[in-house]
């Protein structure tokens, strides 16, 4: 019981922090020895949540090479265009209690026609990943309350069950303790009849007695008479 008012407690918790806003901004960042321009997004929550969410969505926009420093990909589709020229770099930078997450790319190596378009979906796909980690981290929560919610019903369950089990054995428990106390006042009537019995048949005894000996008597005295004729 203690584990589910505990889960509720967290999801109270939760319930009281407000929703995030994703801010995107421009920020500048090393890449070969060259000083680019990109955008970036610090959002709140734990490092490994941020980057495994954030490898997630890169893995969606073309080849990448995680493990590069900064990440890379090539033949990146942004905002469903796919490019056979340019590379995507992205990165992220862990705080205290939160994680920068940041995308971008040197227009030295793109077409000048498409640098314009890259950059500001860039901007749009930093933002639109913002907005589903915080959504994704919510509905986690939410997943997490409903799974609380579902255990705490099922023992409310289990408790109205055993309940209606408990009142029945209850009704059938009463319904025998009236039935043994009958038997049991039966039970000393019939006791205390029995002794009255025993004591009548005592008595009834020791009269047969008196009477059998009393006999006895009568039965020599007619012997003896008859000894006597003669």
Same mark, same amino acid.
């Given at each position: 019981?203690? $584990?589910?008012?505990?889960?509720?407690?967290?999801?109270?918790?939760?319930?009281?922090?407000?929703?995030?806003?994703?801010?995107?901004?421009?920020?500048?960042? /090393?890449? =070969?020895?060259?000083?680019?321009?990109?955008?970036?997004?610090?959002?709140?929550?734990?490092?490994?949540?941020?980057?495994?969410?954030?490898?997630?969505?890169?893995?969606?926009?073309?080849?990448? $090479?995680?493990?590069?420093?900064?990440?890379?990909?090539?033949?990146?589709?942004? %905002?469903?265009?796919?490019?056979?020229?340019?590379?995507?770099?992205?990165?992220?930078?862990?705080?205290? =209690? %939160?994680?920068?997450?940041?995308?971008?790319?040197?227009?030295?190596?793109?077409?000048? =026609?498409?640098?314009?378009?890259?950059?500001?979906?860039?901007? =749009?796909?930093?933002?639109?990943?913002?907005?589903?980690?915080?959504?994704?981290?919510?509905? $986690?929560?939410?997943?997490?309350?409903?799974?609380?919610?579902?255990?705490?019903?099922?023992?409310?369950?289990?408790?109205?069950?055993?309940?209606?089990?408990?009142?029945?054995?209850?009704?059938?428990?009463?319904?025998?303790?009236?039935?043994?106390?009958?038997?049991?006042?039966?039970?000393?009537?019939?006791?205390?009849?029995? $002794?009255?019995?025993?004591?009548?048949?005592? /008595?009834?005894?020791?009269?047969?007695?008196?009477?059998?000996?009393?006999?006895?008597?009568?039965?020599?005295?007619?012997?003896?008479?008859?000894?006597?004729?003669?």
């Amino acid at each position: 019981m203690n $584990k589910f008012l505990g889960a509720i407690g967290l999801s109270l918790v939760i319930g009281l922090v407000q929703g995030q806003t994703v801010t995107v901004n421009k920020q500048n960042e /090393k890449v =070969k020895n060259e000083t680019i321009e990109v955008f970036a997004a610090t959002l709140e929550g734990r490092k490994e949540d941020v980057q495994q969410a954030f490898n997630r969505y890169l893995k969606e926009t073309g080849k990448v $090479k995680l493990f590069s420093t900064p990440t890379t990909i090539t033949e990146p589709v942004i %905002s469903g265009t796919p490019f056979s020229k340019g590379v995507v770099y992205a990165g992220t930078q862990a705080g205290d =209690k %939160s994680t920068t997450v940041w995308m971008g790319i040197n227009p030295a190596e793109w077409e000048e =026609k498409d640098v314009t378009y890259a950059t500001r979906e860039l901007q =749009k796909m930093v933002y639109q990943f913002g907005i589903k980690f915080y959504r994704d981290q919510v509905q $986690k929560q939410i997943d997490e309350t409903q799974q609380a919610l579902e255990a705490v019903e099922k023992q409310q369950q289990r408790m109205l069950n055993q309940s209606k089990d408990l009142t029945i054995r209850l009704s059938n428990n009463e319904q025998e303790k009236i039935r043994l106390e009958k038997s049991l006042e039966n039970n000393r009537l019939e006791n205390e009849a029995l $002794k009255i019995r025993i004591e009548n048949n005592r /008595k009834a005894q020791d009269s047969l007695v008196n009477v059998n000996t009393q006999i006895k008597k009568v039965m020599e005295t007619h012997k003896e008479r008859q000894r006597k004729i003669n």
